[in-house]
């Protein structure tokens, strides 16, 4: 093989081909119960260790079709819509982060998985560190996906600055201002534009909600080590401090801390081939590869 096939072959395999959309458009949806709420996921693939991808604020199950068509045929995999999210109920109360875990182990529950990876992006990664706290005989390994394990920030004023801009009256306006600030300028317009359309379709309480579940809750960023298999997929940005990768070193020993440039807040969706790769060598070392 040629130096330039060698250096190319990790990426081989996570080239998606043109119909990658409808790949997970196509897959079968179900509904596990997690109390009074209904939550939806798709399931691609068999096996009783299933990939579980979580989404962030404001968005849902879509905004990973890159990895869908990516691992298709070679991992199972299950896509969640949160509570609150997509097409799963919306609860009356508040959409919690504890709420939202309590979502996801019951579609593991109902999918019959025995152990998962599970994957969490932004508002995800608290999602799935919660469900590792809950049921962490279920959880095979975690991934964080430009999410962080502890608060942005822990300054009273601060917090309540960036309260008051997500309001209900003024929502609509605000969400979207700040999809358009976690995009570089080079993202492709198609992401732009689907993110877009997440956020505009976005549940106005369930988001505030749980945007401020994130602030209300300590117990979400405990200093309880983490001690299964980690990786974290970051785009490079002034966000991820060296202080901050310490602190994540710390929690997670032998975590697999990786930085992509030229990305933003949706690496994933910006540029998957790279992105994919990192993922497929992790999911290796686990051996949920098929």
Known sequence: ??????????????????????????????????????????????????????????????????????????????????????RSDKPKGDCTIELMAKGVDAVLRDAGAEKAVLVGHSMGTPVVRQVYRLVPDKVLALVFVDGSLRPFTRDPAQTKRFRETFKEETFKETAPRMFTNMLPPQAPADVRARLLKLVAAADTHAAITSMNSMFDDPTLWKDDPVKVPCQALMAKSPNWTEDYKAYAKKLVPDLDYREFDGVGHFLFMEKPPPFDAALAEFFRKLGVLQ
Request: charged share 20%.
């Open 1 to 86: 093989m040629s130096r330039a096939l060698l250096l190319a072959a990790p990426f081989l395999f996570v080239i998606a081909p043109a119909s990658a959309a409808e790949v997970l458009a196509e897959a079968p949806s179900h509904f596990a119960k997690s109390g009074d709420l209904k939550v939806h996921y798709k399931s691609l693939g068999e096996g009783k260790t299933p990939v579980v991808f979580v989404h962030g604020w404001c968005c849902d199950h879509t905004v990973w079709r890159d990895q869908a068509a990516a691992f298709d045929g070679k991992a199972r995999m299950l896509f969640v819509d949160l509570p609150g999210y997509g």
